[in-house]
């Protein structure tokens, strides 16, 4: 059972940086054929895909927020991180991370509120 999730800070302050990260159980986030995706979903609106990182390392950006964010992994960990830049209050969202290869798996979210 591919399970994901989701974990970083809840309340924060608008700053450089953010990390989230999405802890893989179940499954070798290296297994062939699985890529692994943030996602975010702004209050009342839906969902907007961020970034991808596949099993072999490449990577996939929203060519609107690709300045603005980064992904990495941790083999050893089975984790996949998220890392936001200049965080603003307009960046408070739902942060998921799915997985999908034959199937699709989504993690429950994490609420993340930027103010000051």
């Known amino acids: 059972q591919v399970q994901l999730q989701e974990s970083g800070p809840d309340l924060v302050k608008p700053s450089p940086t953010l990390p989230l990260t999405c802890t893989v159980s179940g499954v070798s986030i290296t297994t062939g054929f699985y890529a692994w995706s943030w996602i975010r979903q702004p209050p009342g609106k839906g969902l907007a895909w961020m970034v991808l990182?596949?099993?072999?390392?490449?990577?996939y950006f929203n060519p609107f927020l690709k300045s603005h964010i980064s992904i990495y992994r941790d083999n050893a960990k089975n984790t996949v991180s998220l890392q936001r830049n200049n965080l603003e209050p307009e960046d408070t969202d739902v942060y998921y991370c799915?997985?999908?290869?034959?199937?699709?798996?989504w993690g429950q979210g994490t609420q993340v509120t930027v103010s000051s």
């Open positions: 799915s997985a999908s290869a034959w199937y699709a798996y």
């Open positions: 990182i596949d099993f072999g390392g490449s990577t």
